[in-house]
């Protein structure tokens, strides 16, 4: 009976060693499963951060642009007030 208890023990141990054995293979997975996870994070930030910069020069252009449209507006705005001018006093004369 003791021997039986023993033997049992004894597979018990080993069954135990052997999930022990499995159970540190899965963590090595999960932990290069985690490098991966981190590289692609660092990639996804990086390309966002850079994403996000060009928008930025992006709206910075589009806002210089208005800008030279008002210019433009306001030049066109000023050189038709003196044609109108001018031909009114080529009208009076």
């Not at 003791?2 to 499995?22: F, P």
Request: glycine letters at 4%; proline letters at 0%; a negative charge.
């Amino acid at each position: 009976m003791i021997m039986k208890t023993k033997e049992s023990l004894e597979r018990q141990i080993v069954d135990a060693m052997e999930l022990i054995g499995k159970l540190k293979e899965c963590v090595a997975v999960l932990k290069q499963e985690e490098g991966a996870l981190k590289y692609e994070e660092q990639r996804c930030v990086a390309a966002y951060e850079i994403a996000n910069h060009e928008v930025q020069t992006i709206c910075n252009q589009a806002e210089a642009a208005k800008n030279v449209l008002r210019e433009i507006d306001q030049r066109e705005n000023a050189a038709l007030n003196g044609i109108e001018s001018a031909f009114r006093r080529l009208k009076s004369i």
